[in-house]
């Protein structure tokens, strides 16, 4: 059974930085393509950042420089470092991993709120 936790959320003044976590079991974070989904009140669910299984990584035009996917595989964890926070980074956030064999998984979320 594939389960995706994330942590981390949390209130933080514009500016400030916070890490999201995303510990996976049933499945392995380093053969597949990892991704952090966003969704803000009244919004559609947007994709933030994806890291393939290679290594290589995208990400929205609105966090490049900001935030960085990264990875752990001895721990299977995701993570996402998010730095120099805007309030409309305000949002839960999703992980999510696209399997091989194309199905796809989500955690509940976590909750960021940034405050001006």
């Known amino acids: 059974q594939v389960q995706l936790v994330e942590s981390g959320g949390g209130l933080v003044q514009a500016g400030g930085s916070l890490r999201l976590s995303c510990a996976a079991s049933g499945i392995s974070v380093s053969v597949n393509t990892m991704g952090w989904y966003r969704q803000a009140p009244g919004k559609q669910r947007e994709l933030v950042a994806k890291l393939f299984s290679g290594g290589s990584t995208d990400y929205v035009d609105s966090v490049k420089g900001r935030f960085t996917i990264s990875r752990d595989n001895a721990k299977n964890t995701v993570y996402l470092q998010m730095n120099s926070l805007k309030p409309e980074d305000t949002a839960d956030y999703y992980c999510?991993?696209?399997?091989?064999?194309?199905?796809?998984?989500w955690g509940r979320g976590t909750l960021v709120t940034v405050s001006s």
């Open positions: 999510n991993v696209y399997t091989s064999y194309g199905v796809d998984y």
